[in-house]
């Protein structure tokens, strides 16, 4: 502001020595005209006030100053510092938002900052500390921080419902973790956060309480009811009901494409010895495991391999461990399937497995390497490719390479057919960051027109 308090000084000085475009301009400065003298006056610099009055007055000579300097102050609107603090919010930088905010409002005594300005900043810092919490472990917090700003549970933000579920049911809340499902059924329309939150409800859910949640979903969605229907069917035949035709044996729900392996593909040399040993591998050990991952039930397939040695009881364990968010485990027990032990085809999936592991710790460029050295189905390189350029494009926009983040987010939506609502609001700030608004403008409004939400109302706002 200082640089351009100086440009503003040396216009005036301009014109003062022009002389004849004073009569021009009128016989009182524009609010544009008073910058330098209000930033003089607001911060206490009399010295400097009082030479630039006295330009000022040289260049007006009919303006009537006023006796408080400080009512000139008022004559400005704060667009540009208005603007500033939608960006810095948009740009998670809540402190600096909240600094200007403030700043602001001492600058403008007749300004206060507007109910959407405010509630978009509390929301985003409640985020800020849902996140925090959430990546400690600490469900208390995380549940104390949505009782009070209920806006981080929307639907527009389901992630953050799920995320506070899993918390719960880490914690044995299954049935506050169940409520917090049932929560986003029942609150949102699209068929995508629905059946993800089904997939992930029946990890704690009893077959009664499965039944009623579909029951929830179908009324929620009465027009999606065939693929509620093949949802619940596939949810069932993990439990234990009769799994539709070829159906592999042990799947994950967050592992689309692994290969499940079946005692009669194992090498004579990998081969377990100790029948109905878990940890040794034996063939009743590893029926049992597969039947807990079919089900679901992570905790009771990581307990059935605590302290396995055999590669196929160990490549079970992974994706299980996976599943409980414990991705450095995932590694190291993938590892011994991934070196082709098991045949090459579970060799590719346990890589595959790899990949998505080294994804869920954010080492976003060794699994890309590690991706490009695997023949990957076409399934499993779709998957991994999304996710990677989902990465690539947030940390793009964190550094400020507002240019190649939409790069990756435009080659994120060719790839899947579309774009998460978190990141089409990142690319429209993307653009409005390189000052391209009737692009930024065009983003807000599609997204406003879908769901208008405070974050969407503020990026036009900003874009205008």
Do not use: H
């Amino acid at each position: 502001m200082r640089s351009d308090l100086r440009r503003l000084s040396g216009l005036t000085l301009s014109l003062i020595l022009a002389g004849s475009l004073a009569l021009a301009q009128g016989s009182a400065p524009t609010p544009q005209d008073l910058e330098a003298l209000n930033y003089y006056v607001s911060n206490g610099d009399s010295r400097a006030a009082n030479a630039e009055l006295r330009r000022l007055r040289a260049q007006f000579p009919d303006w009537d100053v006023p006796e408080d300097l400080t009512l000139l102050g008022q004559q400005r609107s704060p667009a540009a510092e208005i603007d500033r603090i939608y960006r810095q919010i948009a740009a998670g930088d809540l402190t600096e938002a909240r600094q200007t905010m403030d700043q602001t409002s001492r600058t403008f005594p007749g300004w206060t900052p507007p109910a959407e300005m405010e509630r978009l900043l509390a929301t985003a810092e409640a985020q800020a500390a849902f996140d925090a919490a959430a990546t400690a472990g600490n469900a208390a917090a995380a549940i104390e921080i949505a009782r009070r700003t209920p806006a981080i549970l929307r639907c527009d933000r389901v992630n953050n419902a799920w995320r506070l579920a899993e918390l719960q049911a880490a914690a044995g809340q299954k049935a506050a973790a169940l409520q917090s499902y049932r929560g986003v059924i029942a609150s949102c329309s699209g068929l995508s956060e629905v059946t993800a939150t089904l997939e992930k409800a029946e990890a704690v859910a009893s077959d009664a309480e499965l039944v009623e949640l579909f029951r929830l979903a179908n009324a929620q969605l009465p027009g999606s009811g065939p693929a509620l229907k093949a949802l619940e069917t596939r949810l069932r035949a993990g439990r234990g009901d009769t799994a539709p035709e070829g159906a592999a044996a042990g799947g994950a729900t967050r592992t689309p494409g692994r290969t499940a392996v079946a005692e009669a593909d194992l090498p004579a040399a990998g081969r377990p010895r100790g029948a109905g040993v878990a940890r040794s591998g034996g063939a009743a050990g590893l029926s049992a495991v597969r039947a807990a991952a079919q089900r679901g039930d992570w905790r009771a397939c990581t307990g059935l391999t605590s302290g396995a040695t055999s590669a196929d009881m160990l490549y079970e364990r992974a994706w299980c461990v996976y599943n409980l968010d414990r991705p450095l485990e995932a590694l190291a027990a993938f590892e011994p399937a991934a070196s082709g032990r098991l045949g090459a085809q579970v060799a590719r999936d346990a890589r595959f497995g790899k990949t998505l592991a080294l994804l869920a710790l954010k080492m976003t460029e060794e699994a890309a390497r590690l991706a490009a050295a695997t023949d990957l189905t076409i399934q499993q390189r779709r998957e991994v490719e999304a996710i990677i350029l989902d990465q690539r494009g947030v940390r793009a926009y964190q550094l400020k390479e507002y240019r190649r983040a939409i790069a990756f987010l435009t080659a994120y939506e060719d790839l899947t057919g579309g774009l998460r609502r978190d990141l089409a609001i990142m690319r429209g700030y993307a653009y409005l960051n390189l000052g391209k608004r009737t692009e930024a403008k065009r983003i807000f409004t599609e997204l406003n027109n879908q769901l208008a939400t405070p974050e969407t109302r503020a990026g036009l706002n900003a874009s205008r």
